[in-house]
């Protein structure tokens, strides 16, 4: 079936480091692949997502490639800010069915001043 | 416009007692999920509407849960005889097509003592 496996967390770090989060799947066929974020108090936010292979989404700063040889989805972003605290979720759905996401188990991330 | 909205936002519950939890989706949205998300499982998928088709059943836990879209819109999620491992977030989320964004709704919060 299918599956994500996401860089167990937590995660801290300075304001201004670089920020990876490492996502890869198991899944048949060709699913899309979505980072959705959980800030404090708030509920689930796509943050981006990318539908096939190669493809590339962003969204604030954040990015993340979709590689189909290696399975994986990893998240980016250069420089993170205190307000990017959160927890982050990979996830993937499948083009047939029901299209019902998958999770990651979520990785929190504190950005200290 | 409105997002999805759920309520009540808190329910604390006997162990033993039925509970109901309710969603309004994205007004036109004609997809609706609902997942569960606890520390111990992390975000599963429980069940997934899709226009006036057969719901996809396949994630919930066991015949002690059961959901009903009334009209194409509001949702109900009920779980009977509740039990402490049912302790969770209980999130909804709608799409216009099973194969766009899901938008999430804030969540119920439910405690069983």
């Known amino acids: 079936g299918n599956s994500v496996t996401q860089m167990e967390g937590p995660v801290t770090l300075s304001e201004e480091a670089f920020l990876t989060i490492n996502c890869t799947y198991t899944?048949?066929?060709?699913?899309?692949l979505f980072w959705y974020v959980q800030y404090p108090g708030e509920g689930l936010q796509l943050l981006l997502k990318?539908?096939?292979?190669?493809d590339k989404g962003s969204n604030k700063g954040f990015e993340a490639t979709y590689r189909k040889e290696t399975t994986s989805f990893h998240l980016e972003k250069g420089s993170v800010q205190v307000s990017d605290s959160a927890v982050y979720f990979c996830?993937?759905?499948?083009?047939?069915?029901?299209?019902?996401?998958?999770f990651g188990q979520g990785t929190r991330l504190t950005i200290n001043p | 416009g409105a997002g999805v909205s759920q309520s009540p936002s808190n329910k604390v519950t006997e162990k033993g007692k039925d509970v109901e939890l309710r969603c309004d989706p994205i007004s036109g949205h004609t997809a609706l999920y609902w997942y569960r998300q606890s520390l111990g499982q992390g975000l599963e998928f429980l069940i997934y509407f899709q226009g006036n088709s057969a719901p996809d059943k396949s994630g919930l836990p066991s015949d002690r849960f059961s959901a009903e879209r009334t009209g194409g819109s509001v949702s109900t999620l009920t779980i009977q005889r509740t039990q402490q491992e049912d302790s969770a977030v209980y999130l909804c989320?709608?799409?216009?097509?099973?194969?766009?964004?899901?938008?999430f709704g804030p969540g119920t919060r439910l405690t069983v003592l």
């Open positions: 989320a709608s799409s216009s097509q099973g194969y766009n964004e899901q938008f």
């Open positions: 990318a539908t096939k292979a190669d």
């Open positions: 996830a993937l759905n499948s083009p047939q069915g029901a299209q019902k996401l998958v």
């Open positions: 899944a048949t066929g060709y699913p899309s």
